[in-house]
């Protein structure tokens, strides 16, 4: 079983070392033991659970969904029905943002595909920004409908 510092851990994790240190703090990584000379000493097992959250926050699992996960995880004889439950929840939020950003392209080739490369008194792409009521994607002024990275 080795005993990694924080720098080691990040850099065979993948996980930056503020991430680890948060992650510490709001507790979704037990707080590892300490060197005589006050380091953090990360044992394999600590490794294999920043790997864990590193994948779920890839795959786009909230933090409180990490949370519910890494306790299934920890409780390994129990139904996996709430894993299943956590991930379908995920899947159709992922659906839900597909379809909202397909949405998003047609309206986009439709502004672009309507532009007729002449002056931009006559551009579509500066219309349909400029009067809501011309674009077809139905997103309804609220900014947050359009997901942003």
Do not use: W
């Not at 080795?2 to 065979?12: C, D, M």
């Not at 033991?33 to 994948?55: K, V």
């Not at 519910?68 to 139904?79: G, W």
């Amino acid at each position: 079983m080795g005993a990694f510092t924080i720098g080691e851990a990040a850099r065979v994790s993948g996980v930056k070392v503020p991430t680890i240190r948060y992650y510490e703090s709001i507790g979704l990584l037990p707080s590892p033991p300490r060197t005589e000379g006050g380091r953090r000493a990360y044992g394999d097992a600590d490794l294999s659970r920043l790997a864990f959250i590193r994948h779920a926050r890839e795959l786009g699992f909230e933090i409180e969904a990490i949370r519910a996960l890494l306790q299934l995880q920890d409780e390994p004889a129990q139904s996996c029905a709430a894993a299943d439950a956590i991930a379908r929840h995920r899947l159709e939020e992922v659906e839900r943002r597909i379809a909202s950003l397909t949405a998003l392209k047609v309206e986009l080739e439709r502004m672009v595909e309507g532009c007729s490369h002449g002056r931009v008194d006559r551009c579509r792409v500066i219309e349909t920004l400029a009067d809501h009521s011309r674009c077809g994607h139905d997103h309804g002024g609220n900014e947050s409908a359009v997901p942003r990275n």
